[in-house]
């Protein structure tokens, strides 16, 4: 199983990025997955979840700005970002439920993601 992050960089705050997360090892279709992020000298949290048949959610500080999606035919897994704000500035990583799917709080617990992506860098500043 391996998970490749990109499409990081830098933008002004407003801007937007669409990060990209393609699959290898397992089909994309079969599982849960999710984008976390780690700002600097803060712990990783959860940023949203795309749930195999089940829709999708998102942390309240991303809420309306950020969206989900998936690409099961290319098994790439994607984040749109717009409206980004300075404080959205992390390293992203995409991640793989240990199966294929999870029901409420357990999907936003990283604890129970069993595969990452090396992460990728976006920085939001003036």
């Known amino acids: 199983v391996q998970l490749q992050a990109s499409g990081g960089g830098s933008v002004h705050p407003g801007g937007s990025l669409r990060l990209s997360c393609v699959a290898s090892g397992f089909a994309l279709r079969s599982y849960t997955m999710a984008w976390a992020r780690q700002a600097p000298g803060k712990g990783r949290e959860w940023v949203s979840v795309d749930v195999t048949m089940g829709g999708t959610a998102y942390a309240d500080s991303v809420k309306g700005r950020f969206t989900i999606s998936r690409d099961n035919a290319k098994n790439t897994l994607y984040l749109q970002m717009n409206s980004l704000k300075p404080e959205d500035t992390a390293v992203y990583y995409c991640?793989?439920?240990?199966?294929?799917?999870?029901?409420?709080?357990?999907?936003?617990?990283?604890?129970?993601?069993?595969?990452w992506g090396q992460g990728t860098l976006v920085t939001v500043s003036s």
């Open positions: 991640a793989k439920y240990r199966v294929n799917r999870c029901v409420g709080s357990a999907c936003k617990n990283l604890d129970n993601y069993d595969s």
